[in-house]
């Protein structure tokens, strides 16, 4: 007589954990996250503070509701960035949300779990595709270095189109004495501008403002 041998579960087997989905509206301050089942079920909402040990609760949390290895977060490079960094770091797939159409927005108003939901439905259904990028390494740093250095050839440009519009309102005498020079040589001499040796206040302004901006101009520069 042949034994059946059947496979059976022990009842002190550790229950498989489901899978989950993770969504993330993230702000300044606060992040709002939402977790969906495989099946879209919204499995709970919550808050929580955009720290590390914010990103911390927030994964704590989720992972109560099953197993996180997909997430959608909204503005992987601004103010989710620091939560997508933590994410990839546990291992934890990240994409990339849109964030929602500003229309539609103002269509059905502002909700930020609605949003978290619909970042967590967007890596479900496969419409989000973009890999959150790592945040590190040589690549990061040199955008970090760039977010200076544009800002100031914005303020240096603004600042040279300051200084030459007063030139234009300028003591006829100060603007015939500055026009013919190259710019280089317009901002040294401006910067070097004392006191005018008269009393009038407008030429004074004019010394002052002429030497602050080619100042400005001159360290922007550096």
């Known amino acids: 007589m042949t034994t059946r041998q059947c496979s059976t579960s022990s009842s002190t087997d550790p229950p498989v954990r489901r899978e989950v989905v993770l ?5 300044g301050e606060v992040h709002v996250a939402a977790v969906l089942s495989p099946l879209g079920k919204i ?39 620091g939560l997508s960094r933590y994410l990839l770091a546990q291992q934890i797939q990240v994409f990339e949300v849109n964030r929602p159409d500003r229309s539609a927005r103002r269509l059905l108003g502002k909700s930020d779990p609605l949003d978290a939901q619909a970042a967590a439905r967007a890596v479900l259904s496969g419409r989000a595709r973009a890999r959150a ?16 250095k544009d800002s100031a050839v914005k303020a240096r440009t603004q600042a040279i189109n300051q200084l030459k519009a007063v030139l234009v309102i300028a003591d006829p005498a100060l603007r015939e004495q500055l026009s013919s020079l ?5 901002f040294r001499t401006c910067a070097g501008l004392g006191p005018d040796d008269g009393e009038d206040a407008v030429a004074q302004a004019t010394h002052l403002t002429l030497r602050m901006l080619a100042e400005r101009i001159e360290q922007l520069t550096g």
Not at 23 to 27: A, E, S
Not at 182 to 186: A, I, K, S
Request: overall charge positive.
């Open 23 to 27: 969504g993330v509206d993230t702000h």
């Open 182 to 186: 190259g710019n280089r040589e317009l």
């Open 133 to 148: 990028k790592s945040g590190d390494g040589p690549v990061h740093s040199a955008r970090i270095f760039k977010l200076a």
């Open 43 to 81: 499995l709970g909402t919550e808050s929580f503070p955009a720290t590390a040990a914010g990103y911390r609760q927030l994964l704590g949390w989720a992972r109560k509701r099953g197993k996180v290895r997909r997430a959608g977060v909204e503005g992987t490079g601004t103010f989710g960035a």
